[in-house]
């Protein structure tokens, strides 16, 4: 059975109230992913910081194994997040993740270093990045559950499009604030007291968050199943049992998009500063780049997605990214324009994926387990995939010697995207599924 979400669903009009709960989730999950990018950003600070000096190699395979180890929790803060997301309603799932992140990001700013308690250091970071982990787990799929039950159905795939729009303007945030602490602090300062400045803006700026989300009504359509008594009754496996096949092909889409975006966006800093020689500062600026041009993109696939379908867009991003991985990697072995012309190349191919996963996801999903379903496959497929992606970008490079591993690796996560969109169904402009 399927239901629309009002009386002027069909319609091309953005009402002032979808217009609020986009900008509301939007905002919230800019702020809580730059609390949790500025992390990726600082890697090769927090490597020097947190872990025993005289290996380099090894103490930023530490930073990366700690990033990775949070991702451990993510499935399972998934699945919590997502059930209570489906029982008690999007808004207060919302409300929770973005106190919770903030509040251990700003933890991470008074963290004391290794120098100052030995390897007690890089537990307390840990156990602040397993919560944020856990926190983060319920941030995209809530965001974008929740827009895309307020979106008219014409209009899903441009207005879901702005979740991952606003998770790479809190990554962009995050470099602006590195970046000017590159350009303003001495080396000496940096590694002393200036990267702790981006995780304690955590609390500002996660109040701020938390202060617009407050004031967001909850979904139409989950309000509705409340009030038909069609709210979960099932225990936290159940409804996620029931839909396992479309979970599992989630799965293997999704595994694109967590090796791209935290390749690409995440790691690529790290990439240009130790494996090609770029200063700290210009890998980051470079990096600006293939973040600005994968925002400006993502509405226009998010309207092509409405226009031809979720699936076209989607295969064409996996093939494009099989295509062009390579050639751009070869570009940025050659520094200068031609590295910025590799980060524009990247930006567009990666967004042409995300730009209509977000709304793909909550579309595969009935309302009563829209959250549980789009979190545990999301998560799983970032712990397994993402979260180890530049750990193992790292680890290839070292082993073979060879600074292009992380393009093949790309390609081979766009291989097996395809294949799982091919058993997929095109859900664009349909009702999202009651049940």
Not at 1 to 13: F, I, P, Q
Not at 180 to 203: C, D, H, M, Q, V
């Amino acid at each position: 059975m399927e239901v629309g979400l009002d009386k002027t669903d069909n319609s091309e009009e953005i009402s002032s109230g979808v217009k609020k709960a986009v900008i509301g989730a939007a905002i919230g999950n800019m702020i809580e992913w730059f609390d949790y990018a500025s992390y990726g950003y600082l890697a090769v600070v927090i490597a020097a910081v947190f872990f025993a000096p005289g290996n380099e190699t090894a103490a930023l395979l530490g930073a990366f194994g700690v990033f990775s180890v949070s991702f451990i929790v993510r499935p399972i803060g998934g699945l919590i997040w997502g059930h209570f997301g489906d029982k008690i309603g999007r808004k207060k799932v919302l409300v929770l993740t973005i106190s919770i992140m903030s509040l251990s990001t700003f933890a991470i700013g008074f963290l004391p270093s290794y120098a100052a308690i030995g390897v007690i250091a890089p537990l307390l970071l840990l156990v602040c990045r397993l919560v944020q982990g856990f926190s983060a787990s319920g941030e995209y799929a809530g965001a974008a559950s929740f827009i895309s039950e307020y979106a008219p159905n014409s209009r899903r795939g441009l207005l879901v499009s702005m979740v991952p729009a606003s998770t790479a303007a809190g990554l962009m945030l995050a470099v602006v604030v590195v970046s000017l602490l590159e350009f303003n602090l001495t080396k000496e300062a940096l590694y002393s007291w200036g990267w702790r400045i981006p995780f304690l803006l955590s609390a500002p700026l996660g109040i701020i968050g938390l202060l617009i989300r407050l004031k967001l009504e909850d979904t139409p359509i989950f309000n509705e199943m409340v009030r038909s008594n069609k709210a979960p009754k099932t225990n936290i496996f159940q409804g996620v049992h029931q839909n396992r096949k479309q979970v599992m092909i989630a799965f293997g889409i999704i595994c694109l998009n967590a090796v791209g975006f935290y390749t690409i966006l995440s790691y690529m800093p790290t990439y240009l500063t130790k494996e090609l020689g770029f200063s700290i500062t210009t890998g980051i600026l470079i990096t600006l780049v293939s973040l600005g041009t994968y925002i400006l993109i993502l509405p226009f696939v998010g309207m092509l997605a409405d226009k031809i379908g979720r699936k076209p867009v989607l295969i064409g991003a996996s093939l494009m990214f099989v295509v062009f991985t390579y050639p751009a990697f070869w570009l940025l072995s050659q520094g200068g324009v031609y590295a910025v012309l590799a980060l524009v190349m990247l930006g567009f191919v990666l967004a042409g994926n995300d730009g209509v996963l977000a709304t793909f996801l909550t579309e595969m999903f009935p309302t009563s387990v829209r959250f549980s379903c789009f979190a545990l496959s999301f998560n799983t497929g970032n712990a397994i995939f993402g979260g180890t992606a530049p750990l193992i970008a790292t680890f290839l490079i070292a082993k073979t010697g060879n600074t292009f591993a992380p393009a093949y690796y790309l390609m081979a996560a766009a291989v097996i995207a395809f294949i799982f969109l091919l058993m997929t169904k095109e859900t664009a402009k349909e009702p999202l599924r009651e049940e």
